[in-house]
């Protein structure tokens, strides 16, 4: 059977009225007019029924909009072609895999995965093979495609046809994988390839559907819509609370006239005193009773289960002491109305939310942070046009400019300019950091002084920004052991505490003194409103979002909750020496001259030798002359005797350079220096023997030197009690120069790179809880074989698997931070613990009345109120409290 | 005496049907549907609690849950997968996905940010 493009009917083919053939195909029409109709503009009904076919399919199953496409393309044989961004290709032999993988599918003509430029150019039959079968074979290969993916927001869409044919406009879009608009929202969300299309060409796709694109916002936006919504009911939360704290007051003077003897007397009327609580109890309390019957549904309790019960109580028993005194009468007690429990109980509550709401907004506060700092747009040059594109467009390769004053959009290494970078906002460093072509610059960071190019070398979710983020949002998500019993208490707390509170009701009417039903009442309402577990819940997690997020501002990453509480348990800590405790690369530190010649003219000579080596202590040399402002000549006659030293002529004099062998070899004799260079080797340096002209000159010493704030970090892990040990691969003379500087009593030396691990076994094994601190890349198995790795990160590389902490940058002051901040959190956890158990352990008997019998205290439903709401918000302020620590 | 009786035996019924509602009745189960893409795949409507609040998923292939927060109520404007690391803020009104590849077989809560909504996943 088919269909009357024209008219819709169903035709059957052997009794059309009329066929047409249009392109190579026929079709079929019910009557001559509809045939008429159709030859006039054939395309017109060809493209609606397109859209039709897509239509009916939607999702996965959509073969028919492939063959859409592909009849678009106006030819059923016409290849086309695709590049694929893959990510996570590690080898050679990935990209065969992936290749193979692509070239199974039925449709595709030829695939080839290219490793070098991590992309997969793909051929293929647009009518057999849809994009989405490459991206899901890539993904079964176990590797991701890189897809951009962008909310657009359109203006007036505002009916479901409108979505269907924005979304069919974009899924034509070669290039888009896939895309969902949203009605509600008025939001198009996109998923596409960015080396296939771009945002303009995705803006034009829509705009030819005939509605208009906005502007893109910041990529917070969501998170404002969010925000505005938030604050507005944050404002209606607030009226409410102004209301019925002005009910709450008068119901609590009518209440208890005879403290107040000068409030008019029909206030303390019941039924004037019912009809101010009624508001208070089912306007101003609806979101109670509406969160109450949401949680009941899915067989929840929570805290408005007990508020609104308890409430209720106290509002029903009123309204029937009003109603119905004879009632109460008969069975000899005097009708009382308890409107006032229920009103303030509410009022109450509702003031507690809107502290504790306030409270919790600024926890999350350096989450909300970082994700601000991200830049919005780019300036990058393509085919030598500058050109302002949106973030999500940067691809790795892209020439990014800079100007001063703007924020650097992505990671990359500079090519061209020179400028001051700062980069307080990731690093925590706070002068600015001088950039020179090959440096690399970090995305987010603020440029300050001049204009350069960069090369992107990592965008999107590979930011170091990007990463950072996520690392602060898993460690927020994640969760201290020691929170573990409040968990558990919590999921069974609302359910139990009803049952307690039926008990208490039932124990005071049986046995309680007289007036029973009132005293049981109260009571059982006193023990629902106080026994809120939201103290207990709020414990833990505010801390340690509150201490992680410090701490990432401070450039120290911590894992999560796990890692924070085994930082405060350590006590002993192992440096790395190259790189951690020093600075990994040698520096000139002394320069001993014999009597003949000048500090600055052996420097220049030595310097200028030194220019056609590649020997990384004639690189230290070279610095230092620079430093100094000394001109450099070129060598001649330059020649590098292995194991020995260099030899050269420079502005006319023959210069050697090395050590006591390679002076000796040359017949100069060096033997009045010979005691400082054994003096300056004890120091763990090296020295360097130098002659002009065939005369003995001097020496220049040359060493790795720890960073400038070793020494201090680890007088303050002493103090903080901790051990500090140096682990190394260097002889034990070198070695114990170095930490004899440092402060650290006890060196590993001599430690092989792969015994590292066993080094931080054995520690452990003698029961000590260790803290390894080295590199994140050469030192990962000792990070991770130790209870604590700490990784000192540089520049982008953020991403430290095998770390429990990860610094910044290279200060080991941070160190100290991170454990400083464990400590810190840890308190603040256990004082939060504390007063929630105590709060609730005691709180519940005493509401219940045990205290009465003999003290005769019982627990007025009012003040546990007050005291309910108070203590989640002293809980999450205690919490707020870490974000004031200096670090 | 008598309403005393009567009191406490409605107490006591009432006790024990409380904790058999929030305990022991039986919860719906839903199984995760598993797409072309790979992926096992649960629409969870967030509105004082999860619904479904009970999931079954297979072991060693990614979950992808799409979270519908369908409330501004404070309470839950996050989930918590306390097994995999996952603390995600849900945003008012959107669809917020959270994804693993759940290894282990076994049962798995998940909760709101203070754990009184809660949720299971069961890893077949």
């Known amino acids: ?96 895999t992936i290749q193979r993988s692509l070239g199974s599918l039925k449709g595709v003509a030829k695939a080839n995965v290219n490793f070098a430029t991590s992309k997969a150019t ?15 074979s890539v993904k079964k290969s176990g590797y ?19 979505v269907q044919k924005i979304e069919k406009a974009l899924l034509l879009t070669s290039g888009v994988i896939n895309a969902s608009v949203n009605l509600a929202m008025g939001k198009a969300k996109v998923e596409y390839l960015p080396a296939e299309t771009s945002f303009v060409e995705i803006k034009k796709s829509i705009e030819s559907t005939g509605y208009k694109v906005l502007e893109i916002g910041p990529k917070g936006e969501i998170e404002d819509v969010e925000r505005v919504v ?128 306030r409270a919790k907004g600024q926890t999350s506060e350096a989450i909300k942070k970082l994700m601000g700092l991200q830049a919005k747009t780019a300036r990058v040059i393509r085919n030598g046009i500058e050109q302002d594109i949106p973030m999500e467009e940067v691809l790795v390769g892209d020439l990014v400019l800079v100007r001063p004053g703007e924020k650097i959009p992505v990671d990359g290494v500079v090519k061209e300019g020179k400028s001051a970078v700062d980069e307080s906002m990731i690093t925590g460093e706070s002068i600015p950091v001088k950039k020179e072509p090959k440096d690399e610059v970090i995305g987010a960071t603020i440029n300050k002084t001049g204009s350069f190019k960069f090369q992107a070398t990592k965008v999107g979710k590979d930011t170091a920004l990007a990463q950072i983020i996520k690392l602060v949002q898993d460690a927020q998500g994640s969760k201290a052991p020691i929170q573990r019993l409040a968990d558990v208490i919590s999921g069974y707390f609302v359910p139990i505490v009803i049952s307690i509170a039926i008990a208490t009701f039932i124990i005071w009417f049986n046995f309680g003194p007289s007036p029973a039903l009132t005293f049981a009442l109260l009571n059982f309402v006193a023990v629902m409103i106080i026994a809120c577990p939201c103290a207990l ?39 790395d ?113 130098v002659s002009l002209g065939g005369e003995a000159a001097g020496l220049i010493a040359v060493a790795d030197t720890l960073k400038e704030n070793s020494v201090q970090a680890v007088r303050r892990l002493k103090e903080l009690k901790l051990e500090v040990i140096m682990l190394t691969g260097d002889n034990r003379k070198t070695a114990e120069a170095i930490a004899r500087k440092a402060g650290i009593e006890r060196v590993l030396a001599e430690v092989l790179p792969e015994d590292k691990v066993h080094e931080i076994k054995s520690l452990q094994s003698g029961g000590r809880r260790v803290a390894m601190v080295g590199d994140g890349i050469n030192d990962a198995p000792a ?39 464990s400590k810190r959190t840890i308190r603040v956890i256990k004082q939060n613990l504390f007063w929630a158990f105590f709060y609730n ?15 005769g205290i019982l627990l007025n439903p009012i003040f546990a109120s007050a005291a309910m709401a108070f203590s989640s918000v002293s809980v999450v302020s205690n919490s707020l409290r870490l974000r004031r620590t200096k670090l | 005496m008598l309403e005393k009786l009567v009191m406490t035996v409605l107490g006591l019924l009432l006790i024990v049907l409380v904790n058999w509602y929030f305990f022991f009745s039986k919860r719906r189960l839903t199984s995760a549907q598993i797409r072309q893409t790979g992926i096992q795949e649960v629409k969870i409507t967030v509105k004082g609690g999860y619904d479904p609040d009970v999931i079954v998923v297979k072991k060693g292939i990614p979950v992808r849950l799409n979270f519908y927060r369908d409330e501004t109520a404070d309470c839950s404007d996050t989930v918590v997968f306390g097994d995999f690391n996952v603390r995600k803020p849900l945003l008012a009104f959107q669809t917020t996905s959270v994804e693993f590849t759940p290894e282990k077989e076994g049962e798995y809560v998940f909760t709101c940010g203070m754990g009184m909504l809660r949720g299971k996943l069961i890893v077949r």
């Open chain 1, 1 to 96: 059977m088919a269909k009357d493009l024209v008219c819709g009917m169903d035709v059957n083919e052997r009794e059309a009225a009329g066929t047409s053939t249009y392109r190579d195909k026929t079709y079929y029409f019910c009557s001559a007019a509809c045939k008429k109709k159709f030859d006039e503009h054939p395309e017109v009904y060809i493209k609606s029924d397109e859209g039709d076919s897509e239509e009916d399919e939607e999702g996965e199953s959509a073969p028919e909009e492939t063959q859409g496409r592909g009849e678009k393309k106006e030819s059923e044989q016409k290849l086309e072609r695709m590049d694929l961004p893959i990510v996570g290709m590690s080898c050679a032999s990935c990209a065969s």
């Open chain 1, 122 to 136: 793909v051929l293929f039959e647009p009518q057999l093979v849809k994009p989405e079968d490459f991206i899901s």
């Open chain 1, 144 to 162: 991701e495609v890189g897809i951009a993916s962008l909310e657009i927001p359109i203006q007036g869409i505002e009916c479901a046809s409108c």
């Open chain 1, 230 to 357: 938030r604050e507005r009911e944050y404002r209606k939360l607030k009226m409410k609370f102004l209301l019925g704290a002005i009910l709450g007051l008068l119901i609590f003077l009518g209440s208890t006239r005879n403290w107040f003897p000068w409030v008019p007397s029909f206030l303390s009327n019941f039924y004037v005193l019912w009809a101010l609580a009624t508001p208070v109890q089912f306007w101003i309390g609806w979101q109670f009773y509406k969160g109450a019957w949401g949680a009941f549904k899915h067989r929840n309790a929570d805290m408005n289960t007990l508020i609104a019960v308890g409430t209720s109580a106290a509002y029903l028993y009123s309204v029937t002491a009003t109603l119905f005194p004879f009632f109460f009468k008969k069975g000899g007690v005097r009708p009382e109305v308890y409107f006032d429990t229920s009103a303030l109980i509410i009022v109450l509550i509702l003031l507690g939310r809107l502290l504790e709401a």
């Open chain 1, 537 to 575: 819940g709020l414990a833990t997690p505010t801390a340690v979002m509150v201490g992680t997020g410090k701490g990432a501002e401070k450039g120290i990453l911590i894992k999560g909750g796990e890692s924070l509480e085994t930082a405060h348990k350590l006590d002993t800590i192992v440096f």
């Open chain 1, 577 to 689: 020496k190259t790189g951690t405790l020093t600075k990994g690369e040698p520096e000139v530190t002394d320069i001993v001259t014999t009597n003949s010649f000048a500090e600055d003219d052996i420097l220049k000579y030595t310097a200028s030798a030194e220019r056609a080596s590649e020997h990384p202590l004639g690189e230290a040399i070279i610095k230092r002359a620079r430093e100094k402002k000394l001109e450099l000549q070129d060598p001649k006659e330059f020649m590098a005797i292995e194991g020995h030293g260099i030899e050269a002529r420079v502005d006319g004099r023959s210069i050697l350079l090395g050590n006591k062998k390679m002076m000796k070899k040359r017949e100069v004799d060096v033997s009045g220096l010979e005691a400082k260079a054994e003096e300056l080797a004890g120091d763990g340096k090296t020295p360097i023997y």
């Open chain 1, 783 to 821: 990070l991770a074989q130790a209870d604590i790795g700490i990784a000192i990160g540089s520049g982008t590389d953020v991403a430290m698997e095998a770390s429990d902490i990860t610094l910044i940058k290279g200060d080991l002051r941070g160190v100290v931070s991170a454990i400083e901040l």
């Open chain 1, 841 to 855: 352990t005691a709180g519940i008997p005493i509401a219940a009345g045990v205290l009465y019998p003999i003290f």
